[in-house]
């Protein structure tokens, strides 16, 4: 089955033909969803040097999809490289092409062949990273390379809160059940879900943000991404943004997603002042037993393969990257001065040093 390609430059058509491709879509994911493209877009456009490059393309059989790309431009720290990277890219789990009809077996296989070689030939780029495909693919190509795995919790067969304690092992729940017993001593616990960002006190989101910080203090974070996500997405339903209270305390929040029967567990956040009652937990047991209480299909645990998620899950997938670098002569230039930079860089235990200093002066000359 042949394919037939061609580009679009402009971000607002290109999303309206994401938005119309993914309306009919067999599967697609809600990280495609245009309100989370443009969440992305709003958020980065700003702080840099992108431009659009959407694939579209139509089959033979007449099948569409189209595929959200960006070429981003990097500053002279990384030698000006032209990355051409998908939309959402490093911010989004999944990056899959969104299809009217999800190719398999042999026409899979084929579509990525011709994609690869029509990229290659009609965009200048000095990389090519496609990462998070989703595909369970067997391609033979030294440019495919197998990425992060993505435990999940299928729901099929789990049709009340005492099928959920079933499935969960005797240590989890138990641990569930005690924190659960102890959280609430300090006040009755419940589960406030947000329908819009106006609904979602600044105070409450300001907190969100502070404790999540304060767990994971090195996890960047774009200036206004989340609040893009929260405003574009819970209009269109595609955000779910929830609380854990204990009384009238906020214990535990989760920024996630939900779209066509699947709940995507993405930004998870407890208290510091609460965490001998494991409030993150607790809220996560919540959130699944909501999504079985409204019959979703698939708690989505997202890439990583962290330990907790063993218990919480009963299957998975894993995710793919395409890379493949150009050959051109001012590509490998810029590779080769890249190189170089990394060979005289400071060594790792000397960069906190100069991290340090250079803070302290700076804090010196904003009070001069």
Known sequence: MKWSFDIINDFDRGVG???????????????????????????YIPIRRMKPVFITGRSENGNEFVFPLVLWNKNWKNAFL????????????????????????????????????FINDNVTFDRLDLDGISDNMSLKSDHWSVNEICPMLRLDGIDSEDDLMKFFKTSLRGDIRRQIRRLSETGDLQLVEYPDYESIP???????????????????????FHENLLKYGLKEKCVHFSVLKAGDNEVAWHLGFEHKGRFYYYMPAGHQDYLKFSPAKIHLFFLVRRAVENGLEIFDHLRGEENYKDGWSNDSQYVNTYTYESNSTTAVMKRNLLKLRDSLYPPPLILPCLSTLYAMQHEQRERA
């Not at 033909?17 to 443009?38: E, G, T, W």
């Not at 939309?87 to 026409?107: A, C, E, K, L, N």
């Open 17 to 43: 033909l994401c938005s119309q491709i993914f309306n009919s879509s067999d599967a697609p994911y809600v990280f495609s969803h245009p309100a989370m493209l443009r969440a992305w877009w709003d958020t």
């Open 82 to 117: 032209q990355v051409l990277v998908p939309v959402g890219y490093s911010d989004f789990d999944y990056h899959d092409p969104i299809f009217r009809r999800t190719p398999t077996g042999d026409d899979k296989v084929r579509f990525w062949s011709e994609l690869t070689a």
């Open 202 to 224: 600044p105070t409450t989101f300001h907190l969100f943000m502070q404790q999540h910080s304060l767990r994971w203090p090195n996890a960047y974070k774009a200036p206004h």
